[in-house]
């Protein structure tokens, strides 16, 4: 192993920028990277990236290139401190509509490829973090925790093998990142589908429709023959009724057992909040971050929630959502749906996909939004017979099992992958070069 300061290793680096968020003479737009959007641009997901205008001087010598890294220099949290980085893959960019610039607070690093290999060079960052090493670099300055990058860089040494070591270790690392993004991917792919299968079902009505209308069947006999061939003077299918999500589910909320009674905590039963959910890529609960006692469980009114209760967050903000995998206790800022009358959990999941915004629209709050279950039980859920909701879940739990399955094995390759990581960068672990060649 070779030993090289950070700074010796780049061609060049920036500081972010931020911009304006107007259009003004001279500035062209871009979309801006902040450190709460790594985890999203890591997997190519730019939808909620700000659209910012900056000085097109500016930004002609910041725009971000394949094989960039971004490093967080200001925020984080106790947990998750700042210094984190992210790898700007081709398919990053090519996603992007407008250039990317990283926000201010932020760097952008770029390696010199004859040194270092950039993509070993991100993960040789993300050992440094999350081993904490960078800790001694981060001071706290006006209420904001700051990675002092500059004096990281010009004074930390990096232990770096020789290149082809590097490239090798990269792409063990990265194969199981990119199969896990496959995974992400499938599972949209999913979601979607039965997205779009309980909207024909249960929203646009499409096969009564279509019977109406004499259309060819686009299902099969069996089910095309469960469809009415005609709609009531309500304009749902006849023989279908109104009924409300509070009488199809058990609507119960939670709380939080009191912080200054340590015997209420850390006793290994999951206990939720709603940012437990805002990390998830699918709507999958594993885990909490948090677990309470049980003497913690007997402050909480609901109690423990059962395997495949619903999830959804009902205040700062209102929308995640999650099927619970494992028993799990929840705060109040939820919304938990127990699916033990005559809808299943996955329709329940799809309804309030479907119903969003009619939920937000019943959300109300001074200080912050919020939907109180008195307000959440009367929404109204069209409810089709038994042979019917028993013949969707039929088609519709199979592709959430999926998905939670997915979602197991992305969890199982982000372990394997962590645990190789401060290993194959020490050198505990050794790629043999030859076989990476075959």
Known sequence: MQEALLADLLTFTRDGEWGNGEPTEGCSPALVVRGTDFERVRVGN???????????DILKRKTIAVGDTLIETAGGTKDQPTGR?????ASVVGAAEFPLVCASFARFLRPDPNRVDPQFLFWKLQDEYHSRRMMPYHVQHTGVARFQYTQFAESYLLSLPPLPEQRAIAATLGALDDKIELNRKMN????????????????????TRARMEGRAPYLSTDLWSLFPDRLDADGKPEGWEVSSIGEEVRVVGGSTPSTKEP???????????????SALAAPILLETSRTISAAGLAKISSGQLPVGSLLLSSR????????????????????GMVCDK?????FAWLWTLENMEAILAKANGSTFQEISKGNFRPLPVVIAPEPMLNAFDAIAKPLYERI??????SRTLAQTRDLLLPRLMSGEIQIQLEEMAS
Do not use: H
Request: hydrophobic share 50%.
């Open 46 to 56: 730019l939808d909620r990236l700000p659209l910012r205008y900056i000085r097109s």
């Open 85 to 89: 980085s992210v790898f700007i893959p």
């Open 188 to 207: 949209a792919t999913l979601e979607a589908m039965a997205r779009a299968l309980f909207r024909d079902w249960f929203v646009d009505f499409g096969p």
């Open 263 to 277: 015997d209420l905590w850390d006793g290994g039963i999951n206990w939720a909040t709603p940012k437990d959910l």
């Open 316 to 335: 700062a903000p209102i929308g995640y959502l999650a099927i619970a995998e494992v028993p799990v206790a929840i705060n109040q800022g939820f919304i």
């Open 342 to 346: 005559r809808v299943s959990n996955v």
């Open 404 to 409: 939670a399955k997915n979602e197991r094995e």
